[in-house]
């Protein structure tokens, strides 16, 4: 089973992606995470980074490649990938919970505080999060940026929410 | 006869743009589209474009449409819409009907940018109330603002099936699963993943049985497929559905190329019958010039390269532009078409035009069937 | 006005604001807005079947959504065969489901031929 078949990456893809910061990386800071893995003739996240951590290069047909090292987690990238396959990871917390900011284009909006559900990639309810900010600005071009806490473990699993109401 | 230096006819992407490029190496355009509005399928594109910034990746189509009807407008283009283009002939004059009257335009050269149309299916129910094109219900929700229905079926995973699905999402309905006979998802992954994450099930190797219901759809059976694309009894899954969508598939919307005596070839890469043309998107009738999805069915990023060509092509040859100047201005839009068909997505446009220009000779040993000299 | 109405939504934002007029569907006053297409209006009012097939009288509503198909036609204004779904709306317009390639007005008996 893989995203050809079913539409979505298991974890052990997305781990193996060139976009994918190593856990390492992960701890250390806040950063992107590229869920994007095929030859795709895209390269919007590349233009973004100013950071110059994410590379396509040439040919645009490339994956894109993270280095961690070098991306501040700013999430620029991820509003503008039209894929909506960048998400942006904070682990380093010390309260077992870890920050997510996911593209999110569905309405009504999450209100600041708010707990959601939690669903993995082929969109099951995983657990629930606690909203910490909503954000749109005319950058992000009607994508908003929803952040959430969510339980450590689920860092690498949540990538989208569901309102409860 | 009304006179036109260039007449393009459809004010989709690739017309808007190839009138642009006319018009600016100076040439005098007159666009004619059978809508009432401009833009074509560009303003139900409500996502953001792939490509790379040249392409204004990032960019949401509905707003690429907006910058292109105001370059147009900023460059005097004539358009006129609600008229339909019903034929070409001697190559030069184009008959149109309006609403209250029908008229000619005589043309020194013509660009046909008339798009595609949506591919059907068939199975037990499919003239059923309530199963549509996807992209007819795509220009229902974000064009006219009205939901086709409540809990939808996509058939098709290619892009413009997950891209719809989307988007059914967004404006509120219910996608009940994407299906597709093809053992693989067949758009791009990321698209794939953004709606199974919302919940949605992409069932591949699964096709539509039937739809049932007494006056419209109430009911969607899909079943799995084999290796022979026969369904498999017993493999049945009930869908409660009031909607099935239909993204099948677009073959070129070719007619006038047709009537005005165009060679064809039948390149399915390509949709289907396509108008063999050249690299200056030239077709075998001297003067005619296609763009766009009737010159073989691909994104909408292509036919606006597509059409820049057209109509730079068409401006040099109607004397606007030397040859010399027009290959400068032509090369970067070529370059770019070639980044946007790159990869495993592109092969079959690029297989495709490949094979069109590997197969001219074919197309000048058919009998014209159809249409003019 | 309903929920088939989009009023709201993510990218496109509020429903551009447009007159408010009132199309007869049969002896039914369905409310539509300035500008769209006959088709969008019955598709908000619930309406399923726009007509029916001349043969085996099977019923029939939208496919293309953009002028191509036909599927769509209906009588309107005493006109049959009118595409629906290219059409815009106007205050007072009467449609009606049409039965087979549906009858003309002086066929019915009035109008002018």
């Given at each position: 089973m893989s995203i050809l078949e079913d539409g979505y990456f298991t974890l052990e893809e997305v781990l193996a992606l060139p976009g994918c910061p190593s856990p390492e990386a992960m701890r250390g800071r806040r950063v992107a995470v590229v869920e994007c893995g095929h030859e795709l003739p895209c390269n919007p996240c590349e233009t973004a980074c100013k950071a110059g951590a994410l590379t396509v290069g040439t040919p645009i047909t490339n994956v894109p490649k993270i280095d961690a090292a070098c991306c501040d987690g700013c999430g620029i990238c991820m509003v503008d990938c039209p894929g909506l396959a960048i998400f942006i990871l904070d682990l380093t917390r010390d309260d077992g919970r870890a920050e997510l900011w996911l593209p999110h284009e569905f309405l009504p909006l999450p209100e600041m505080g708010e707990a959601v559900l939690l669903c993995d990639r082929a969109g099951s309810v995983v657990g629930e999060g606690?909203?910490?900010?909503?954000r749109q600005a005319k950058r992000f071009d009607r994508t908003a940026v929803v952040q959430v806490l969510v339980p450590e473990e689920l860092a690498m699993t949540a990538r989208a929410i569901a309102l409860r109401r | 006869m009304k006179q036109a230096e260039i007449v393009v006819v459809g004010a989709g992407p690739a017309g808007l743009s190839a009138a642009a490029a006319a018009a600016q190496a100076g040439a005098q355009v007159l666009v004619i589209d059978e809508?009432?509005?401009?833009?074509?399928?560009l303003f139900k594109q409500i996502h953001k474009f792939f490509g790379a910034s040249e392409h204004r990746a990032g960019q949401r189509g509905v707003d690429i449409g907006h910058e292109l009807l105001e370059e147009v407008e900023g460059l005097g283009v004539d358009v006129v819409l609600d008229a339909s283009v019903w034929g070409i002939y001697d190559g030069s004059t184009v008959a149109v009907a309006s609403q209250e009257y029908s008229w000619r335009v005589k043309a020194d050269r013509i660009v046909l940018a008339t798009g595609a149309t949506e591919n059907g299916l068939s199975f037990r129910g499919w003239t059923l109330p309530g199963v549509m094109g996807a992209g007819c219900a795509q220009t229902m929700m974000n064009v006219h603002r009205v939901l086709p229905g409540q809990r939808v079926v996509m058939v098709g995973s290619g892009n413009v099936?997950?891209?719809?699905?989307?988007?059914?999402?967004?404006?509120g309905a219910e996608v009940v699963a994407v299906v597709d006979a093809l053992p693989r998802v067949g758009g791009y992954p990321v698209h794939a993943a953004k709606i199974a994450r919302a919940g949605v099930p992409i069932y591949t190797s699964y096709s539509v049985k039937e739809a049932d219901g007494d006056e419209c759809v109430e009911k969607v059976t899909i079943w799995r497929v084999d290796d022979r694309w026969q369904g498999v009894p017993g493999s049945e899954i009930e869908l409660d559905a009031d909607t099935v969508t239909l993204a099948v598939g677009l073959s070129p919307m070719a007619e006038l190329a047709w009537v005005a005596g165009c060679r064809f070839l039948h390149?399915?890469?390509?949709?289907?019958?396509?108008?063999?043309?050249?690299?200056?998107?030239e077709t075998t009738v001297p003067g005619i010039y296609v763009a766009g999805d009737v010159s073989g069915v691909e994104e909408a990023s292509c036919a606006m390269e597509e059409g820049r060509l057209a109509g730079l092509w068409a401006a040099s040859a109607a004397g606007r532009l030397s040859v010399a100047a027009a290959v400068a201005a032509a090369a970067p839009h070529?370059?770019?078409?070639?980044?946007?068909?790159?990869?495993?997505?592109?092969?079959?446009?690029?297989?495709?035009?490949?094979?069109?220009?590997?197969?001219?000779?074919?197309?000048?040993?058919?009998?014209?069937?159809?249409?003019?000299? | 006005m309903n929920e088939r109405r989009i009023e709201i939504h993510p990218i496109l934002g509020l429903r551009p604001e447009r007159r408010h007029v009132t199309i007869h569907f049969g002896d039914r006053p369905l409310p539509a807005y300035e500008g769209e297409p006959i088709a969008a209006a019955l598709l908000a009012a619930g309406v399923r079947v726009f007509r029916k097939t001349s043969k085996r009288g099977e019923p029939?509503?939208?496919?293309?959504?953009?002028?191509?198909?036909?599927?769509?036609?209906?009588?309107?204004?005493?006109?049959?065969?009118v595409r629906t779904c290219v059409t815009p709306v106007r205050d007072g317009m009467r449609v009606e489901e049409q039965d087979g390639r549906g009858r003309w007005e002086r066929e019915r008996g009035g109008g002018e031929p």
């Open positions: 606690q909203v910490t900010k909503v | 809508n009432a509005e401009p833009g074509g399928q099936g997950l891209i719809v699905a989307y988007q059914l999402l967004q404006a390149i399915p890469e390509l949709g289907g019958h396509v108008p063999v043309h050249s690299a200056y998107m070529e370059a770019s078409l070639a980044r946007l068909r790159s990869g495993p997505f592109g092969a079959a446009a690029r297989g495709g035009k490949l094979a069109m220009d590997g197969r001219r000779d074919e197309a000048w040993g058919q009998t014209l069937t159809r249409g003019g000299a | 029939r509503q939208l496919f293309c959504g953009i002028g191509r198909c036909t599927d769509c036609v209906m009588i309107v204004d005493d006109l049959p065969g």
